[in-house]
């Protein structure tokens, strides 16, 4: 039989149901983006249903929701491996733990970093152009699978991704800093930025496509451009250069919305001018 003394000393845990209200509050974390403090209103959003579940109302549940209030801000992809050591750090907190908030906060300010440095170059360098190339493709022949490919497969992996990190990192706990250690992230980042280079610079010499219409000879009634000079000698050699030239323009600190309308006029006066194709 079960004593008082023994119910108060009953430890709370967070059920599946706690962690997959979790999952879904996550979706959400960019709705309530500010300049101010980035993601913290989102990140409280989705610590909701652990804070409830861990702390009765009051001071205790109180200063859980003020402290998940501070400056955040991470890949919003890779937020679900915080949340899940969060959820864990606040469990062994609520049942006596030697753990206090202001370790807590430390270890989302340690791990928004790192994260963010593996999800743009994986994500957003890696999987989203490969995605949307392979829909731009498909969509140009007029079939509307084109989008509809995109979307399912980005969303498909984005809401995969927070599942099985969101359980990881709540599993792990603080542990999960061993597995982050060893250079891991370090080779995982340089391995994907490899890889969005590497995918960025076949979609320039599939996507890219300057023609100098300019008549260089006429022989025998063929004649020949200065495209088709430059073609024989390397095939694409403008769209590189061009790719080259405004990557050096925003190494310099050039705008990136002025390139864009340069380039957008460099054209259309191209085309009159007939210089350009």
């Not at 402290?67 to 955040?72: A, L």
Request: glycine share 10%; aromatic share 10%.
């Amino acid at each position: 039989m079960q004593t008082p003394a023994d119910l108060n000393n009953k430890q709370v845990k967070l059920t599946k149901g706690d962690i997959r209200n979790m999952y879904i509050r996550s979706w959400f974390l960019l709705g309530s983006f500010n300049f101010e403090r980035a993601q913290n209103m989102g990140y409280c959003f989705t610590m909701i249903p652990a804070i409830k579940r861990l702390y009765k109302p009051g001071k205790e549940r109180n200063e859980a929701l003020v402290r998940h209030m501070e400056w955040f801000n991470t890949h919003p992809w890779l937020t679900a491996p915080i949340f899940g050591v969060t959820a864990a750090m606040e469990e062994e907190k609520a049942n006596g733990g030697n753990i206090d908030g202001t370790a807590i906060a430390a270890m989302k300010i340690g791990l928004m970093g790192p994260l963010a440095g593996v999800g743009d170059p994986l994500f957003w360098g890696t999987a989203r152009p490969v995605l949307a190339a392979l829909g731009a493709g498909i969509a140009m022949t007029g079939s509307i699978l084109g989008p509809l490919l995109f979307f399912v497969l980005i969303n498909a992996i984005r809401l995969t991704m927070k599942w099985y990190f969101l359980r990881y990192g709540y599993v792990k706990g603080s542990e999960i800093i061993q597995d982050m250690a060893g250079n891991r992230i370090k080779k995982l980042t340089e391995g994907a930025s490899i890889v969005g280079l590497f995918v960025m610079g076949a979609l320039v010499s599939k996507w890219t496509t300057i023609n100098i219409p300019i008549v260089a000879t006429k022989i025998n009634g063929k004649t020949q451009t200065v495209q088709d000079i430059l073609d024989s000698v390397m095939p694409g050699m403008l769209a590189l250069l061009l790719t080259l030239f405004v990557s050096w323009l925003l190494k310099k600190g050039v705008n990136p919305m002025l390139i864009i309308v340069a380039i957008f006029a460099l054209g259309i006066l191209g085309k009159w001018l007939g210089f350009l194709g």
